[in-house]
């Protein structure tokens, strides 16, 4: 009986510390942060297109983030009553930039065109994306990408599964 | 039945113990697996924590069209700039000079302008000169130190006591520099000579008269006879020559000692300093001959000289010169072109005129080529000139140009060490070094760092702290050309001419300033006369109104374009005062003389006593530095294809080039086979390389590539320029390159 | 005593000098290395690789050796066969980390290679035949072999690592038989894969481009036979060990001089010398000296086949092996290739002069090693680096390569390890060939249907494997049809080689009728 | 007893069927997926490319553009002089020294060979031939076991030594089109497939065929070449640039006889 325990003692021992190095080690997921507070969801109930704001999403690789200029053309006047809003107006002439932060970040080799996904395969942002017409901000990181997803999507679709179609 | 003994029972718990640990070392080879995760993405391009660029979205990449300054040619550049930062340079496709053509030079560009070394602010001394210890200073503070000393020079009435040296020609900033000068009072604007853009800028004026550079027709060029070893690979007609021959290659002769690094139909190899004397000898048969029309060619010095006579000179035989005489008068048009090695020689100007002769007597050089004048600014107002800096201007040149020391020179700035340390004919009271590093380009060093002791202020306005700028009082950096705007007249002329703009494609990277700000900031700061000379707030004003605003568009548009006067009182000051030769009588060669004798230099006023009686300076043959029993060989100096006249340390990339063969970096000594069995040095041996004046180590290449007598070695990399005596052609004042006679030994 | 201690300081200093510069090349990337691009002036394969294939070719040999001793059944050389089997186990050990210390990203090699290895590279078969499965072969067959002799150190009131080591063994006769039945059969079956993983490992080096397709086999039959020697010399060392054993082990005053002379090559204390000493009686004759007639005969074979590659290589139209050839004979390579010659050459005269007559000393034994594993190691250097530095096709700069002293540590500290390890399993696994006399007892069954089933669920595992990771049909595709095939491969492979091991150890079921 | 031990055996044979059958499930399902990609790929229209390039000797100037512009497109980390000591230089379009015969380099960039030695090599198929012909590298596969460098006959492939390193803001200038290879990995030209990439992408989205002359300046060696004596182009198209060419009497290959068949092609005169 005191044998046994003792082979579970050490068990322990051994598998917990190994374990909790191999929970340290795995990724952890960042928080998300968007560099300006902004509602999604409000902008979008204007009627809005993604694409209004993220303006390389047809015809770039990066679906990109609106400069202050972009968000002035509208914000120039005032757009309802939010007590932030004068605040990024004071920015943008002071010719301040808002840095977006990134939710989602794609392997280094990794290459994803906007431009062929919308654009070429018609897909829509919410195949991919959140719905963002519900929410105010995007959870982090929004999709993951595997790689066995995208191969799987390309075969479904007849898309290239070359290599090189995605690798860089 | 008998048990088998109890020696299982133990073994059993032993296993048992085997199997706790091989759960524990499972987990344990577990969890080093998960630790061998890569933790960072090794591909990520983490762009450095410079500010993001106002007005960029994420992934956003504009082309931004620009020139290039990274030799005289001015191509024209396409620059890919993605969230504000240049990311790659491509020959801009509607550009004349390059079309969409890029050198290695121009691709590696973007090293220059990251680079870590750059300096970042302007600097004051604080320790002794060259103690390297530096201040940084803001740079108002900067400017105002500038113009105060300045200032002081002028009160005291002696403003021809500044000199400027700069290695700029060609640009918009290089003629604010010249103005400001003008009203300043001195008339000290120095450029920096042979290898780079004056020896080619010499080439036409003294071969047609004009100042200006030439325009070949090289699409409809039959033959073309290229002369100088760097003329098809590294020259400023280099681009435009292989790019504009694109569609119908010309049949290519070149005539060098040392084998051009791209394919020729032929290769002669000639003696350094011979071009003249085979130009003459191929006079010679073409008159002999009557396979040309002789008109105006009476006055020719030296055009009595058969082949047979001029081999010595030349090393080429003669029936080798017959037989290019009769594959120029067969091959028509017949073009003979030359770069800045042919007349970096002690017989310079002798062998341009030769050269000049012969082209004439082709009758082809008008055909296929047009001259440009001089050119002048339309929306510049006359320079407001007090009358002291109209006094000043008038004195001598500090460095002798101009006056009988040497006549037809424009620029001597080989003699500048020595009258700076002679003080005569006065003493140099500041100096201001702009887009040169003469301590490290030219030979001479010790001379001119003992000159520059002697300097009380000196300025830097270099990028990089060069070995100048290290003796210099304050380092004011320039930004480099991607950061900065001016308007370029190609080196590369072409027909049409153009002019090429240079806009800035990112920010300036660190707190660096455009040349044309600075001079502007200048004369802001000495006002008056100096001041109203030169109007303007920016550099980006001056461009964008210097030139009429319909040409302007167009050449915003494409990069390049002409420049179009709409009436005459415009075109008197302004672009394309150009002389079209096809007006004159092309075969009369007397034109080209009476140019000469009469206005050999620029204003043509201070050279009368110097020219001679016959109207042209006597036939020289060339003349070497160095005992040729203790010197056998021949140093020939050329420029490399990467060739960077001025800061090749920022281009690891051209250093890199694998153009020879195994280690790019170290320098080498290209040796014919003859020469090196002679000397008793293998392939990839260390040699010293020795001259009267210096030495330098370098790893033998022998080749047969080279011709026998001679040792070739590359320019731009430190060492073979303090191998060059400082000779110069005494005519033109050019630095004699090819003029040195040195010995070669293995090292032991 | 002292010795011993002092080479066992040595070889542990040697180690951890050897992992410090492993350490360097981790830290600094393998710049540390004087490993260059081809073409530039260089070799892309150097020390690591010579290593690799040098420690791979001997143990590859040692256990070839080992099997076919097995397989003709000469029990007087089961001593041999016992260190030969050792000698596999070290020397793939030490080939393995070599190939580590080589690859640029090993931890990717990890990863992937079981994941996605394609069967159709050479690199394939050497980690998963001459890696993976000929280490595992060697360990079964280790295990099998020293079982008997761990159950006596169990019975004699040895530790419970004894008793875990020999578990479920039994003195019986029938057991014994079993266990002969088992040598024979599995040194058969392996004998095929040794072959196979030695044609592997030499295509790997006889491999470089634009080789002639004739001497690129050449090169592969140098390699084998050249690492049958290495491997037989260092077999002769063992054995000479043992004769010198033989000769004076009947006295106390010799046995003492034994016991320092077995200390000074494998220093640990508890080696028992009575049992090698009982394994070498109870041979008919001396194995010295057969080892030292093939030694001769493999080591004259190649520097036959050497001098015939050379001439061939001169007289061939291919400029690239004409340069080599020249390389080799007269250029920058010439000192090491004669002096692989001159090696060579005093090996076979050694072994023709001193051991023809089995009379094998030690010292004209470690002589002889040392000689045979030098001219080897040159052998395969100069096929590997001489044709990167000078059989280029294309008129490329010649290169050179002069390993850094942190190639060299790296390489020395795996040979170091490796000879630790020799000892230490010397220790742990001594050979006994006189097993007590057992006892009788029934055969059991279930044994055979568990033995069969492991062996087929193995072989069509392997098979699977193997056809998976060779991509099947489709010529064009990039990766195994099925992630991991390579895993079952080897898996498979593994599960075929412990089929013996199941045999052995599959506890005794009594007969039913008995009950 | 006995029932027991035949249930077991029953089991374990279930086990193994159990085994067989979800093994071949997976097969077919791979297989299916096979069949389906040959089948989208042999589309009669769709000829699939085979790109390559023609390098014309006789108009090369040996300007080395081609091998700058090659290294800032493909972000290649210059190695600075104490690197080059003993040298390790990474240039996927490089000058090939001259001998036997010509005086002259030769610009060399990788043949992408129509049966390539060093795809046959790799063992986890970090290098392989594209559908259009490229012979890739994938980075992040390569575990730096450097086979094909030694099987490559042309020696154009490049290992990196050392961790890549950009002094200062040089990592501005890095194209974010190409990774970077981190230390460890072979890489080798791609033949510029992102600019292909690219190309194509930008020819869909506006609803026009790739033409010829799109492409024929596409990589950045041809791009930048003064002398336009590299082309680019669809060697499987007859009418394309560079199959003319490469039908020139002029056009040779470099070590035909290796029979690795490379789809760069030399112009030079026979001289």
Redesign the interface.
Known sequence: MS?ARR?IG??L???VP??L??LG??RHTPAASMGQAMSHKRHLAKEMKCRACH??VE????????????CMDCHKMPQGNDPAEPSVRARAAR???I??G?LN?L???V?F?H??HV??ASMKCEDCHQDMTAIDQPTAPDIRPDMDGCVACH?EK?A??????C?? | MKRPPRSTEPAAAASHLGRRELLGSAALAGAALLGCRPKKDPYRIDKPPVPRVPGWRTGEERWVLSTCALCEAACGIKVRVVEGRAVKIEGNPEHPVNRGGLCSRGQAALQALYHPERVRSPLRRTGSRGSGQWKTISWDEAIGEVTAKLAKLRAAGGPERLVLIDGETGTLTHNLWARFLLAYGSPNHVGMGSTGSAAVELDTPYRQGLYGWRADDLERTGLLLAMGTDLLASSGQAMHLQCASRARRPRVICVSPRRPGCRVDEWIPIAPGGYGALALALVHVLLRDALVDSRGFEALPGAGRTPEETTQVTGIPAETVERLAHALAENRPALVASDGSVVAASNGLSTAIAISALNGLLGERERLARVLGTVRMAGWPAPTVDALAAARRAVPRVDGAGTAACPFGQSRVQALPAAIASAKPYPVEALLVRGANPLATLPGRQAWAAALQRVPFVVSFSPWLDETAWLADLVLPESLFLEAWDMVWPAAVTDPPVLSLRQPVVGPVHGTRQSGDLVLALAAGLGGSIGSALPWKRQQDVVETSFPPQSMAAIKEKGAGRSVCADDENCKHGLGEIVDLESTTPHEFAFFARRIASAGTRDGTRSSEAAAGSGLPPWEAPRFSGDPLQFPLHLVPYRPAPFVADGAHAFPWLSELPLVSGNPWPLRAEINPADAARFGVADGDEVLVESSVGSCAAVALVSDGVRPGVVAMALGKSGVVDLVVPDEDRLSGLLAWQGTRVRLRRAS | MKAARAAVVALLALTAAGLYAGGQQWIRGDAVTDLHTIGAGGAVWGLYVVGDGFFASVALAGLAIACLIRVLRARGMEAVAQRGVLLALAGLAASVVCVLADLGRPAAAVIYLPLVGRARAPFFGTFTLVAGASLFASAVQLVLASRPAWAQRAQAGGARFWRALACGWQGTESARRRRARVDFWLSLALLPLLALGFVVLGCVFGAGAGRPAWLARLQAVTFVVSGGAAACSLLLLAVALNSTTEHTADTEAGKQKVRSQVRTLFPFRSVSVSSVASVVKSGARPPGAALARVLALLTSLTVLLVVAGQILALRTPSLSAQRYAYALLAGPWSGLFWAELVLFFVAASVCVARFWRGEPSLFGAAATTLFVCAAVFIQRFLSLVAWQTHGLSLPWPTGSYHPTWVEWEVVVGIAAAAALAFSLLVKLCPAVTSEPAGLSGPEGRGRRFITTTCLLIGLAFASAGLALSGGLGSGRFLDPILPGSPLLFLGGLFLMLSAPLLYELVPERPRPESQ | MKRDDDNLRDSRRKLLAGLAVSAAGVLAARGRALAGESATSDEPDKRPRRWGLVIDLDRCVRCGGCVVACQQENNVAPLGPKQAVRTRPIHWMDFLPPALGSSLPTPIPCMHCEDPPCVKVCPVGATYQSPEGITAQIWERCIGCRHCMVACPYARRYFNWSEPRWPGDELSSLNPDVAPRPRGVVEKCTLCHHRIRAAVERAAVDEEPLSDEAVRRLPACAQSCPTQAISFGDLSDPESEVSRLARSPRATRLLAEAGTRPKVIYLREDT
Do not use: N
Request: aromatic residues 6%; hydrophobic residues 45%; charged residues 15%.
């Open positions: 044998h082979s050490t068990v021992v051994i598998a190994a374990l190095i191999a080690m795995a303006q390389g015809g770039q690789a990066l679906a990109s983030f609106p400069t202050l200029a972009d010719g301040d930039e840095s977006w990134r970040r392997a280094g080799h290459y065109s431009a062929a654009t070429l075969r007849h290239s599964v070359d290599c090189l179609a690798h860089k």
